[in-house]
């Protein structure tokens, strides 16, 4: 590149030379006649010194590109300007709607059974250079790699889920050991075998000044973490009463361990079911044909998965539905507190305890709750800042496609907890809640369990149905058994914390996190834990 001035100093030309030798010129600037001022002329030049080295670097370009016959200002512009101005090639884009164009047409299209898929996604690229893959047969592939990885992961899901099934269901071999050994022991110590409570204390069991809890368990283990938590949280031990009940193959080993491990002040009386006289086939028909049926033992012993179609339920569904047929729900023991005034025709008010729970506050204050005529004084669980443990309405249990159901209740009734329960029992003596819950059951069983599924629950909501006061929230904090997610603050919160769920406590399968509320209430300093290796829980 070349600048040129004229000898009169009347024109400026700048030029570039060609391969060849010969010059072309790039601009040619005449300068003004003479009169013009020597200022004028200096901005000129000032302004040419800026522009010479913009000149030089598009030739520089032009040049390297092999477009050196470019030499115009219009050809360096077309050449140029896009790229100024911010316009790109937009082949790339044209490449993306294409790709989304193949991913919208392999969408609808269903991957051939016998199609041999990669088995990893280096696989995947070795197989793509060696068969050159077109975009159509890649997006093919990557799909029926997607949709085998989901099939997986939702077979994996559904057989986690069974298993924690089989181990919820199952008897620990350490809680298994405490009553095999403590059976045991009331057939040989006398100390075992002791009145409960002793004669002195019989008239406290039905004086009405007392705290008179009811639990209904066959875990040894479980029932004195309830009765060691509700003692020790209370300001007022000494009138505590605490009625434990258990099954006849139970009672020698819970008898046994509330002898030799007294928690005075509270007294506890432990009784077995075949203890009490009202308890006959002939006042409880409907339980002896829930536990006899054979359909009704099918569901709740059977394969549960066999001939399942899982590919039309859902985790979460499948998951509620095998919790609703563990084996507890035929158990004479989760039914019994709908005979509670039977049972204990003295007394006036109970508070009922699941052996899932665990008593972290001074329980008496419910004593004092106004149920306003009602009989059961329990907590909401349509409320509540978790949405799967506090979300329950009827909907949630009961299926209103059948016409019974339909016609009687409402799917968007609040549900309500079973697990601590404020019972007025003269109230309930006054009412017809055993009669209902009986006529339901029946219902249910003519209809082979096609109203309800979740054990006992279901027919409490409809015979307890206008009977319900509800409670304040903080008294029964639901769903350690459930999810992990628990929070924690409440947790420490809550006057009683309930492990409803499959995830108890005292399995291996329970929450780490959340057992350590539960096991603060174990003696592991027992002879009987210690040498049943509770502490390997």
């Avoid at 139970?250 to 046994?256: F, I, K, L, V």
């Avoid at 009784?271 to 099918?298: C, M, S």
């Avoid at 563990?326 to 305890?353: A, Q, T």
């Avoid at 204050?365 to 009602?374: A, M, V, Y």
Wanted: with cysteine.
């Amino acid at each position: 590149m070349q600048l040129h001035f004229s000898p009169s100093m009347r024109s400026i030309t700048i030029s570039s030379n060609s391969e060849n030798g010969f010059s072309n010129d790039l601009m040619k600037i005449k300068v003004a006649p003479p009169h013009i001022s020597y200022r004028t002329l200096f901005h000129t030049i000032l302004i040419l010194a800026f522009l010479l080295p913009f000149v030089f670097i598009l030739t520089a370009v032009v040049t390297l590109e092999g477009v050196n016959k470019c030499s115009s200002f219009g050809c360096l512009g077309r050449r140029f300007g896009p790229r100024f101005l911010g316009r790109v090639d937009n082949s790339g884009q044209k490449l993306v709607k294409d790709f989304h164009k193949i991913l919208n047409q392999v969408s609808s299209v269903e991957i051939p059974d016998g199609m041999k898929l990669p088995e990893s996604f280096n696989q995947l690229v070795s197989e793509m250079k060696k068969n050159k893959f077109s975009a159509k047969d890649f997006a093919l592939v990557v799909k029926g790699m997607m949709e085998r990885s989901e099939r997986e992961i939702r077979e994996s899901k559904f057989a986690e889920l069974m298993n924690k099934h089989f181990a919820s269901s199952a008897v620990p071999r350490g809680i298994h050991c405490l009553s095999l050994r403590l059976t045991d022991e009331y057939s040989s110590n006398a100390h075992a075998r002791r009145q409960l409570p002793s004669p002195e204390l019989l008239p406290s069991l039905s004086d009405n000044s007392y705290y008179h809890f009811v639990l209904s368990s066959d875990n040894i283990l479980a029932a004195s973490v309830v009765v060691t938590s509700t003692v020790q949280s209370s300001l007022k031990p000494e009138k505590i009463v605490f009625h434990v009940i258990t099954d006849k193959k139970t009672y020698a080993g819970m008898h046994s361990w509330f002898a030799l491990n007294p928690i005075a002040p509270a007294i506890v009386e432990v009784k077995g079911v075949h203890q009490f006289d009202w308890l006959t086939r002939e006042n409880i028909p409907v339980l002896e044909a829930v536990e006899n049926h054979y359909a009704i033992r099918n569901y709740y012993h059977g394969n549960h998965i066999a001939g399942a179609n899982l590919s039309d339920t859902t985790p979460q569904i499948f998951a509620s539905k095998l919790q609703a047929r563990s084996p507890k729900y035929i158990s004479l023991l989760n039914h019994l507190r709908i005979y509670l005034p039977e049972l204990f025709p003295n007394l006036d008010k109970v508070v009922f305890l699941d052996d899932d729970v665990v008593i972290q506050r001074d329980l008496s204050p419910l004593w004092e709750i106004d149920l306003g005529g009602k009989v059961n004084g329990a907590v909401e669980t349509c409320k509540g800042e978790d949405e799967w443990v506090m979300s329950k309405r009827f909907r949630n249990y009961f299926n209103f496609s059948h016409p019974l159901i339909e016609k009687n209740l409402n799917p968007d009734e609040c549900a309500w907890a079973y697990g601590m329960n404020v019972f007025d029992l003269r109230a309930w003596r006054n009412s017809n809640i055993r009669d209902t819950y009986h006529t339901w059951l029946k219902e249910n069983l003519k209809s082979n369990m096609t109203m309800w599924k979740l054990g006992t629950l279901p027919p409490a909501l409809v015979a307890f149905k206008g009977h319900v006061q509800a409670i304040d929230p903080s008294w029964h904090l639901l769903g350690l058994g459930y999810q992990n997610k628990t929070n924690i603050e409440s947790v420490k919160k809550a006057a009683v914390i309930h492990y409803n769920g499959q995830l108890k406590p005292w399995l291996q399968i329970g929450f780490e996190h959340l057992r350590p509320f539960w096991t603060k209430y174990i003696n592991y300093s027992n002879d009987f834990i210690r040498n049943c290796h509770i502490l390997e829980l």
